[in-house]
């Protein structure tokens, strides 16, 4: 399986709390993921990363942010959860070296915003 | 952009018949079809994948079509088990973009009764 860590596993905040999650690999792959996951919608990219400090939006960015410092940690932030935000969020790590390399995702962090 | 649609959203089969899900995208230009399993609680895992050069791929008990001309992919299981009860996604994604645009589709929930 492929080293990836995210923290933490579960979490419980108030509406307009600040919110970050970590997700650290120990595999050395350029790409990492941030997708969540809710009934009927599958798994939506909320943003990703090609490289250190290089970041990009996917499909339901709004109301998060993302950094990338290092290679191996990607942070995903919620400036400020709404109930909406509650979800199940994954972070995922691909192998540029591979033409169409797969996804491998980490254990998904359960997020409640009451 | 690319649109992954996914067929039956929950499907039921006897121990030991046969299952099948098939999913249909929208950009020609997708050449890379992952299938994901993800038992309930965990993440999702790659199980079988299939590139556009090649139009049909087993793994045991697996298997996947790809038919480029109709856009459409299928997730054959075989002499289905109870530990194949699942949620399986299926996701395209094109090459040249090396891995931020995988598209999933909603997921079908596989029980097999015993």
């Known amino acids: 399986d492929a080293g990836i860590t995210q923290s933490p596993r579960h979490k419980v905040t108030e509406t307009g709390t600040p919110v970050t999650l970590r997700c650290h690999q120990t595999e050395n792959h350029r790409y990492m993921y941030w997708y969540r996951q809710d009934p009927g919608h599958g798994l939506r990219l909320i943003h990703y990363s090609y490289g250190v400090k290089d970041t990009d939006k996917g499909e339901v960015s709004d109301g998060y942010s993302v950094s990338r410092s290092k290679t191996e940690d990607f942070l995903l932030t919620l400036e400020s959860a709404t109930s909406s935000q509650t979800s199940v969020y994954f972070c995922a790590i691909s192998d540029i070296q591979g033409l169409n390399s797969p996804l491998h995702f980490g254990n998904g962090t359960r997020l409640t915003v009451t | 952009g690319e649109n992954v649609e996914q067929h039956p959203s929950t499907l039921s089969v006897q121990e030991g018949d046969s299952a099948v899900i098939k999913c249909t995208y929208s950009?020609?230009?997708?050449?890379?079809f992952p299938w994901y399993k993800q038992e309930l609680g965990k993440r999702p895992q790659l199980i079988i994948d299939?590139?556009?050069?090649?139009g049909e791929k087993k793994d045991q008990r697996i298997a996947v079509t790809l038919n480029k001309t109709a856009k459409h992919f299928s997730l054959h299981i075989t002499e289905t088990q109870p530990e194949d009860s699942a949620v399986y996604f299926c996701a395209a994604q094109k090459g040249d973009n090396y891995g931020q645009n995988f598209v999933f589709g909603p997921g079908t929930r596989l029980s097999v009764l015993p």
């Open positions: 950009d020609s230009a997708s050449n890379y």
């Open positions: 299939i590139r556009s050069n090649v």
